[in-house]
C-alpha cells in the first residue's frame, strides 16, 4: 500500500540553524509530492511542490525541497530558521490512480529556540 | 478575496447529535474534500467529491455524509453513528479531481467539533 512517513515527530532548532525535515514515500511510478504547514489551529498553507522537470523546487519562506527518486525521498530544507517558521509540517502524495486524493505523513513539529 | 470558508471555527455537540459543518469555496474549483485530522495521525480523507452532484467515499466515511448540490459548497454531517467524532475537520478544494501537474489542494481553516 501506498505511504508517506515522516520519521521525525519533533525537532527543535536555534533560530538561525539550518533545518531539514525528511519525508520518503512509497509509490509505483514519480509521484507528485507536497510539503504543507500548519500554524496551531489552523488549516494547512502549500509551501512547495514538486510535479516534474527540475528536482529541487523552491518554495515559499524562503523553504525548498528535493525530490530523489533513488531514496524515495522529499526531505524540505531552509538554510536558516526564523521564529516564526514553528509549526506543524506535512508531507503529501496523491494515491495512485490518477485521482487527487493526498495521503499525508503524521507531521513534523517544530520547535524553534531564541 | 478568494478562498475556503469553514464555519464554524469552534462546534460542541452532544451524543447522539447529529451536526453539520460548512464549507464554502469561491475559487470556482470543481473538486472538494473533507479531511479529519487527530493528534499524531496526519489527515485522513472522510470525503471527496470530483464535481456537482458527485462525491465519494474516502479512507474513514461510516458516520459520516456529505452533499454537493452546489461546486461552492460542501457541507459534512456528522451522525450519531461516529463513535469518535471529537477531532480537528479540514475542508479542501482543488481545480479538478485528478493527480494532474498543478492541482494542488487548497485548505480552509478548519472546524474543531468537541463531542461533550
Known amino acids: 500500500a501506498q505511504s508517506v512517513t515522516q520519521p521525525d515527530i519533533h525537532i527543535t532548532v536555534s533560530e538561525g540553524a539550518s533545518l531539514e525535515l525528511r519525508c520518503n514515500y512509497s509509490?509505483?511510478?514519480?509521484?507528485?509530492l507536497f510539503w504543507y504547514v500548519q500554524s496551531p489551529g489552523q488549516g494547512l498553507q502549500l509551501l512547495l511542490k514538486?510535479?516534474?522537470?527540475?528536482?529541487l523546487v523552491q518554495g515559499i519562506k524562503g523553504f525548498e525541497a528535493e525530490f530523489k527518486r533513488s531514496q524515495s525521498s522529499f526531505n524540505l530544507r531552509k538554510p536558516s530558521v526564523h521564529w516564526s517558521d514553528a509549526a506543524e509540517y506535512f508531507c503529501?502524495?496523491?494515491?495512485?490512480?490518477?485521482?487527487?486524493?493526498?495521503?499525508f505523513g503524521a507531521g513534523t513539529r517544530l520547535a524553534v529556540h531564541p | 478575496d478568494g478562498g475556503i470558508t469553514q464555519s464554524p471555527k469552534y462546534l460542541f455537540r452532544k451524543e447522539g447529535q447529529n451536526v453539520t459543518l460548512s464549507c464554502e469555496q469561491n475559487?470556482?474549483?470543481?473538486?472538494m474534500y473533507w479531511y479529519r485530522q487527530d493528534p499524531g495521525q496526519g489527515l485522513r480523507l472522510i470525503y471527496y467529491?470530483?464535481?456537482?452532484?458527485?462525491?465519494q467515499k474516502g479512507d474513514i466515511a461510516e458516520g459520516y455524509s456529505v452533499s454537493r448540490e452546489k461546486k461552492e459548497s460542501f457541507p459534512l454531517t456528522v451522525t450519531s453513528a461516529q463513535k469518535n467524532p471529537t477531532a480537528f475537520y479540514l475542508c479542501a478544494s482543488s481545480i479538478s479531481g485528478l493527480a494532474i501537474s498543478g492541482n494542488e489542494q487548497f485548505f480552509g481553516p478548519g472546524t474543531r467539533l468537541t463531542v461533550l
Open positions: 514538486y510535479f516534474s522537470g527540475d528536482t
Open positions: 467529491s470530483q464535481i456537482v452532484n458527485d462525491f
Open positions: 503529501a502524495v496523491p494515491l495512485s490512480g490518477g485521482y487527487n486524493k493526498l495521503i
Open positions: 475559487l470556482n474549483h470543481d473538486a
Open positions: 509509490y509505483g511510478a514519480t509521484p507528485y
